[in-house]
DNA sequence: CCAATAAATTAGAACGAATCTAAACTGTTG
DNA sequence: CAACAGTTTAGATTCGTTCTAATTTATTGG
């Protein structure tokens, strides 16, 4: 964890290192801000909820993390760095990953003048069955 | 316009049938809140902020218009209810829309159980081309 | 190992978008 | 045209997020 703070060119502080291994030692994962600061908060890690958004910021900026937005007035930080897409579970605010692998996106249309295809995401957006 | 609200079951207001003509009176078009508040009051309309959000969701309730989910922070309004997609450039927050015809979106998971696809979004991010 | 320095963290203030409140106003109905 | 439900409003409030300035911590060079 520390080697990987240190390639992205970030100080291995006590704060960072413990919510890196919050957001990187198990599986992939989705949070908001609020989420992993309830979840330190929880595990008795001392950190501000100002350095929550600074480390998620600079996590995301130095490619640690994808920032997804389904939702207007919130942000999730997905720490699947895959090519991969969201199920959205407008209900619940329920956000989910599924491959890409499988998925094919056919005819986009070309970038208008000036500008070129940084990424093409797709969400599905889910309702309860019925 | 005054049918389109009554058939909405909307009181046809004097702000709601002009915000009506300034949304739906040209081509299709995306706003903003603040964006269609300015707008409103460049055109000597009396309206405040807060009808402006109120008619705005009434429409999307109503089925006039389609909320865009972007950029977290700010929520988009989508005119056109045409089956399109949206190119959103980074830099410059600009949203612009482009038909579905053409796109193809193939090998779309099932939808988890309980739930089922409301509708599939696709879109194009860009960035300055260099 | 320690002092100096630059970087990171913090509490709390501030911000912007959006919603809420309760009072005033307006469209509709009978 | 009176009565009433629905609409609009200014301003307060909420929420997520960023900023500020002071404190604390990691790194480095001696």
Redesign the pocket.
């Known amino acids: 964890m520390l080697e990987r703070l ?1 390639d992205a060119g ?7 290192l413990a919510l890196a291994r919050l957001l990187f030692g198990g599986g992939n994962r989705h949070v ?3 989420q992993l600061h309830a979840e330190a908060r929880r595990e008795e890690i ?6 929550i ?3 998620l ?2 996590f995301r900026k130095a490619g640690l993390l994808r920032e997804v937005v389904v939702d ?4 999730w930080f997905d720490t699947n760095l895959e090519n991969h897409h969201h199920f959205f579970h407008e209900a619940t605010g329920a956000l989910t990953d599924f491959e890409a692998e499988g998925l094919a996106v056919e005819g986009v249309p070309r970038a208008p003048a000036g500008t070129e295809i940084d990424r093409v995401e797709v969400i599905v957006r889910l309702r309860d069955a019925g």
Chains 1, 2 share one sequence.
């Open positions: 240190r970030l100080r291995p502080t006590r704060q960072r908001t801000a609020e001392p950190v501000s909820l100002a350095t958004y600074n480390t910021n600079q207007s007035g919130r942000s």
